[in-house]
């Protein structure tokens, strides 16, 4: 979006998200959701460190972004009734 | 009004005047009346701002860096230590780009201890990306802090600004200063409005992370503001002048110079004596002038090279870089660089000891002798106590 | 006790939201997986709502929000040094003030380096100008971002790149009592908390909020780096830290210390050791040490709030 510095702002703020960054990419393992064993305790949601864990609304089962989800695995060691294992991505 | 004032009087009045909104202070000797003064002016009424005492240099800075974000008109004062306490956050303000003006009783650092007037604080600082002013006068610089805040609040220029002031010789005497109007202040000075601002409603990161990949980008433009600061500080000055009815010819006021021989560059109050000693030399038939350095960041390269023509430049430096002569020195002869003129360095005023009529006498004669035998040596500490009877 | 990490699951009715729904905080920061620091500030946000303004050092706290032109928060932000975040935070403030934006929450969000080290002065002197903000101190026990060099806040014992074992990690005291010198020092409210007790995190972020002057929030963030544990255990680690007094939860407030979780059956420490490779140099003897210094920590807290109740 900048081209030269002519373009920049006056001083340096911020314009975009990190939303563009696609931290997913760091990932050696996958959290796989196995909606049948999920309580929607949100324990997931609630301390997955990169607001990777998606539950819109109240009621709804936990879906993974994982155009984001770094593969920590917290939401796996932590999940209750061990509904969310981590599967190697393939090389 | 004319009020007999010190500098330093003179510089809080100035950042009342200015209508500053908050201020962050700390006691230094010889800045500490100015703190002082504006608590009495908070604590009285006088001053809508918001006071912050604050634990050291280095806090008072990173919280005016704070305030300024949010788009308030920011004030502190320092000198010596606390001015190289701060050095780290200098680079800071300058860096995220926040105009903050700020008053310099310019004096030793140690050790060993000196409590004393000389430049050498200020000068440690010439490179963190701060505009320099140095003041020859009271009046001075009460105008100079106006001028900071117009200058530095320019959207084109966005830098902060030291105005600097010789400890002990302005900031505690007393001489006879104007004071502007409220209305006529108002005028020349609008309110800070700065763009962009922090917003709450559109939550931005300021200062942030950058990688090597714009890095450069954004020095550049520091770099190419600090440059077009030069005209600002012109305009700021002539309109100064239109407004208040004086002003002192941009970035170096060339003292009877036009047909001088030679010419001694000189910077903050011992230009004064330099130009009574031109008039009484100029008396006996000595074509001598004073180019008194107005401002020394950005550096008045331009200006410098019009003196090209002089014979003989003399620089002199209230300070001294240990290296390779003062920095003043250094700059000026590297802004003539390609003419054939003779350039010397001489150093004094150190730690409180005086510039007087006859040092600066001396130097005018030394560089008249150099106009016809050449030069004696690149640098002359004058009045140094080194047994020659010279002084 | 109240619902600490995968204990959640036990109490709480399914399909309900136990802490605030609204997101402050966007994916795709910057810091490693498994990260304590982007828990709690998602948490505290969450707690703080969106008219907070926030300040940031050096640490990893300035490198997880993004590299410009991104960011990763929904607040504004502002960086500066390493050693000014609570003299910041007052300069915020006072500009807010000034400005008559006084329903703004300033937050100063600093490591345990840039606070109980060399922050500790601008940190005093913001509580001494009375400055209405919140300052938290993520603790993640070193100067990680430089790669885990031992600060005033490592626990003794631990390795780190500058406590890297034998003589010397006895000469260290251990753990500068950041609180407890805060109360001293005037503080209005106190309190430790911990990323794997979210509610208790969210209620003393809001009680902070809710009272005036500068408050101050202790938070255990650990870090899968520094502490040389598997990512996934955070949560595990940080509420075994509770579990086993490693890390107790209390507050100070309206001039009182009180626990703000109670230990029941307090597990050995070993338990929360055994986890972290940055403890697997110690021998049986110096865990034992450890096992000590924390019951007297604790029998000294003990104290500490019977007689700030008299
Ligand atoms: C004056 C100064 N000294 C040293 C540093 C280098 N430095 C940057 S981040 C950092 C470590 C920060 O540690 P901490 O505050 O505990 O935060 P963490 O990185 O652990 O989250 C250090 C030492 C600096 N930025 N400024
Ligand atoms: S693996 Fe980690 S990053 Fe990915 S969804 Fe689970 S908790 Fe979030
Ligand atoms: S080094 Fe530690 S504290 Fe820093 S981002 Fe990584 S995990 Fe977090
Ligand atoms: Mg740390």
Redesign the pocket.
């Known amino acids: 979006m900048y081209e030269t510095y002519r373009d920049l702002p006056p001083i340096q703020i911020t314009t975009e998200s990190t939303k563009g960054n696609q931290t997913g990419t760091w990932r050696t393992f996958r959290p796989v959701i196995d909606l049948d064993k999920c309580d929607r305790c949100y324990t997931c949601w609630i301390f997955c460190p990169d607001v990777s864990i998606i539950v819109e609304e109240e009621g709804d089962y936990p879906s993974i972004d994982l155009i984001h989800c770094k593969g920590c695995g917290i939401c796996a060691n932590d999940c209750g009734p061990g509904a969310i294992t981590m599967e190697r991505e393939p090389l | 009004m004319i009020d007999a004032l010190t500098a330093n009087q003179a510089a809080a009045i100035a950042a009342k005047l200015a209508r500053i909104e908050v201020a962050a202070v700390y006691p230094i000797t010889p800045q500490t009346t100015i703190s002082e003064m504006m608590a009495e002016m908070v604590s009285r009424g006088e001053l809508d701002a918001r006071f912050m005492l604050m634990e050291s240099e280095h806090s008072a800075m990173s919280a005016l860096i704070g305030a300024s974000y949010v788009g308030a008109r920011t004030f502190t004062a320092t000198s010596s230590h606390g001015l190289a306490l701060m050095h780290e956050v200098l680079m800071w303000a300058s860096g995220v780009r926040r105009p903050i003006v700020m008053p310099v009783a310019a004096r030793t650092i140690g050790g060993p201890w000196n409590i004393w007037g000389e430049h050498m604080d200020v000068i440690t600082e010439r490179d963190v990306g701060w505009m320099q002013f140095y003041c020859e006068n009271n009046q001075e610089v009460l105008d100079t802090v106006l001028m900071a805040y117009k200058v530095s609040e320019d959207p084109s220029v966005m830098l902060p600004a030291m105005v600097v002031i010789d400890g002990f010789i302005l900031t505690h005497t007393v001489d006879a200063v104007s004071v502007p109007e409220q209305h006529l202040v108002d005028e020349y000075l609008p309110s800070f409005n700065p763009d962009p601002v922090l917003n709450i409603d559109d939550p931005r990161r300021f200062g942030g992370l950058i990688m090597p990949d714009w890095w450069t980008e954004f020095r550049y433009r520091i770099a190419l503001d600090m440059e077009g600061a030069k005209k600002r500080i012109q305009e700021a000055d002539a309109e100064f002048g239109k407004i208040f009815g004086r002003n002192y010819g941009g970035l170096v006021e060339n003292y009877r110079t036009d047909d001088a021989d030679v010419v001694l560059v000189i910077a903050g109050s011992a230009a004064g004596t330099a130009k009574e000693v031109v008039d009484h030399l100029r008396d006996e038939g000595l074509r001598v002038g004073v180019a008194r350095m107005r401002v020394f960041r950005p550096f008045p390269s331009e200006e410098i090279a019009e003196l090209n023509s002089k014979d003989v430049i003399g620089v002199f430096d209230r300070s001294y870089t240990f290296g390779d002569g003062g920095a003043m020195f250094n700059e000026v002869r590297s802004a003539m660089h390609g003419s054939d003129n003779i350039i010397k360095n001489y150093v004094g005023g150190l730690g409180g000891r005086d510039v007087t009529a006859a040092h600066i006498e001396w130097i005018f004669r030394n560089m008249l002798d150099i106009l016809d035998n050449g030069l004696d040596r690149k640098i002359e500490w004058v009045g140094l106590r080194d047994g020659s009877g010279r002084w | 006790m109240a619902r600490g990490g995968g204990e959640l699951i036990r109490e709480h009715m399914s399909g309900k939201f136990i802490i605030p729904r609204e997101e402050l905080m966007h994916p795709g920061h910057s810091?490693?997986p498994?990260?304590?620091?982007p828990i709690a500030m998602r948490l505290l946000l969450k707690a703080l709502g969106p008219r907070t303004v926030m300040n940031v050092p050096a640490g990893?706290c300035a490198?997880?929000p993004g590299v410009w032109p991104r960011y990763s928060l929904k607040i504004p932000l502002i960086d500066h040094a390493f050693e000014c975040t609570g003299a910041t935070s007052s300069g915020i403030r006072a500009a807010l003030d000034a400005k008559g934006m006084n329903d703004i929450t300033v937050v100063g969000w600093a490591g345990d380096g840039g606070t109980v080290d060399i922050g500790l002065q601008s940190l005093s002197g913001a509580i001494d100008r009375g400055t209405d903000f919140l300052y938290v101190m993520y603790d993640?026990e070193a100067y990680?971002?430089t790669g885990s060099q031992c600060s005033g806040s490592t626990p003794w014992g631990a390795w780190t790149t500058t406590t890297p074992g034998g003589n010397e990690i006895s000469h260290r005291t251990g753990k500068k009592r950041i609180l407890e010198m805060l109360v001293e020092n005037g503080i209005s409210y106190a309190a430790t908390v911990n990323i794997a007790f979210p509610e208790d995190l969210i209620k003393r972020a809001q009680i902070a909020q809710s009272i005036r002057g500068p408050k101050f929030l202790h938070i255990l963030?650990p870090?899968?780096?520094?502490w040389k544990m598997d990512p996934s255990k955070t949560v595990e680690v940080a509420k075994l830290a509770t579990q086993t007094g490693m890390f107790p939860l209390y507050e100070y407030r309206d001039s009182q210390y009180q626990f703000t979780e109670e230990i029941k059956d307090r597990k050995p420490v070993e338990e929360y050791l055994r986890l972290q490779r940055r403890f697997r140099h110690l021998s049986p003897t110096q865990i034992s040490e450890i096992q000590n210094l924390v019951d007297n920590r604790l029998r000294e807290l003990d104290a500490r709030m019977e007689a700030s109740r008299k």
């Open positions: 810091a490693c498994g990260c304590g620091e990893c490198v997880i993640n990680m971002n963030s870090c899968p780096s520094g």
